[in-house]
Structures are given as C-alpha cells and as structure tokens.
C-alpha cells in the first residue's frame, strides 16, 4: 500500500509533465541563438518519402562501344530504351559510341538520331589528306559533331557526357568530360593509321577502343546506378578480315579484348546486336544496324527489368534500416533528456513520452 501510495503522485505529475512538454521527440530542435529549427527531423523526412511507397528512381547510363559503321546500331538500341521506360540519363561513348552519344546527350531523341543517320552523308565526315599519321585528318568530323550539338562543351550537354580516348604518348585512358564537343569525339574515334592523331594540349589521342571499348566504368563514374552496356566491338573468329579498315579494326578489337572483357564484367547488363558482319566502313547497311539494334535491345528487356527491380529493392530496404536506426536514436536521444521525474514514471510504465519505434 505504501509503494502504490507514492507512485500515485508521481504518475500524477508525470502525466502533467508529459502534457505539458508534449513529449520530447516530438518538437525540433534549437537551432543556432535558441530559435526552434523549422526543418524537419531527417528522420521525418525519410517517412514521408516512405509513406509514398513510390519506387525509387534510378538513373539509367549507357556505354556505347566503338565499331565505325556498327555504330549505327547504338541508335537501335537507345529507341528502344526510351520507348520501354528506360530513357538512358547519362551517357559514355568511346569512338563510334562517342559520335552517337554526343548527339544523343545534346537532346536529341532516338527517332532524331535516326533521321540524322539517314541524312548522313559519307563526305560531310570523311576529308581525306595523305599523312604519315592518317589518311583521314578528321576535322570534318569535329565540326560535324560541333554543328549538331549548337557547339556546346562537354559540360553544358542536355545529359551528363564522356568521351573516351586513347592517349598516345604513354597509352593511357583519358575521359573527355570538359571542353571542345566535337574534338574529344574526333579523339575518341581516331583509328590509328586511319585518322590522324588528334593534338590537345601537350598531348595526342587516338581511338578510345584501345583502352576502353566498351566504356562502363566511365558510365559508373558519371553516376549511373544501373550500366547498360552495348558491345558491338569486332571479335576474332577465326577469319581474315577484309581490306585494310577491317584489319585495322580487328586488330584494335584484339588489342583491347581482354580490358573489354573486364569491364564488360561490370556493367549490369551487356547488349550485343548482330552487327559483326557489317564492314567498319559501309554506310550503306546503317538501316540494318538500327534495326539489329533494335532486336537486340528488345531481347534485353526482361534482364534490364529485372535489374531495375532488384535496385529499387535493395534501395528500400536500406531506406527501411536507415528511417529505422534514425528513429531508435532518437528514441535514445528523448529517452536521454527526459526529467528524473519522467525516468521515475517510465519505471513504472506510465511515461509514453519516448514511444518505441
């Protein structure tokens, strides 16, 4: 009778406290002079965005590989990202990949990129100029690219957008993600002894594909949560290749193949459109490499599905640990601050100032 005698008093003026106090994790915290902080707990925060139950959004990048007039396919390939709700946000291109993905990263959508493709006439890339270094100097081909994206630097492009690039000097992987649209494609796309090496600074660049073929690491770099990667790279199957394009071609494919493979291996899902018949330099098949684009992007779908799914997964549920543990510490927090009084009457059960989370 004495114990329950004492407690009552207490429960009495704890209930006025907690009345009074409306409960300590409940009201912001001070800010800087004593002023009440109008933001909300991040805690809060994270609810409410959990309460949506809306999926979280993932940001989609693309590697584009090179493969001269396979390239073309690259257009398949993001027509059909875009029409199944996967309309890539960055980009990475390395020589031929760099071509298309510049356009594309400047704003224009997969049906302009294939009306540029069919409007694209040979000569308006191409300047022939007998060289030491090239028979191609390729300053057509920089101010082509430069035309189509309004003369815009790297870093002023519609969507986030690297090229990448060979340097010649001591062959290392450069990625152009700054300055001159138009001149780190033409770096990206310069096929040694095909194109002349392209001076930027202190230094020379040739073709990208050397070092990086399929560039996904530079897609993951821009900040690409899910890397679709399109391979149309030549591969060595035992045949001799034709003319001096196709051998300079495979050549490149066979010095980078390894590196590729690596790299490959980290992207989330790798596409490959059936374009190895097609020559590095006959324009004349760009229909058929869309659509073989097209095909093999289509055929991809469930996997990108898939892996779109498994990330908005995994991203909830480390959302749910972390509004959980934001909530416990500041349940601890309350728990912390609360008077002796209030401590005396959690004891007893009656305090639900700190409720559990």
Known sequence: MRLTALFRPLATASAVAAAALAGCGSTPPAGPGGTASSAPPQAATASTNASTNAPAAVRIGVALGGGAAKGFAHIGVIKMLEANGFAPAVVAGTSAGSVVGALYAAGMNAFELQEKAVALDETSIRDLQLSSGGLVLGQKLEDYV???????????????????????????????????????????????????????????????????????DASRQLGADIVVAVDISNKARGQTPAGMLGTLGQSIAIMGQKLGQAELARADVVIRPQVLDIGAADFTQRASAILEGEKAALAAMPQIRERVAQWQAARAEAARIAQQKAAEAQRQACLEQRTRLQKLAGMAGWDGSCPAP
Not at 166 to 176: S, Y
Request: proline letters at 8%.
């Open 146 to 216: 430069n035309a189509q994206v309004r003369n815009q630097p790297l870093d002023k492009l519609a969507k986030p957008f690297v090229a990448v690039a060979t340097r010649l000097e001591d062959g290392e992987r450069t990625v152009f993600a700054r300055g001159n649209t138009g001149q780190a494609v033409r770096a990206s796309s310069s096929v040694p002894g095909v194109f002349q090496p392209v001076a930027i600074g202190k230094y020379h660049f040739v073709d990208g594909g050397i070092v990086s073929p399929v560039p996904v």
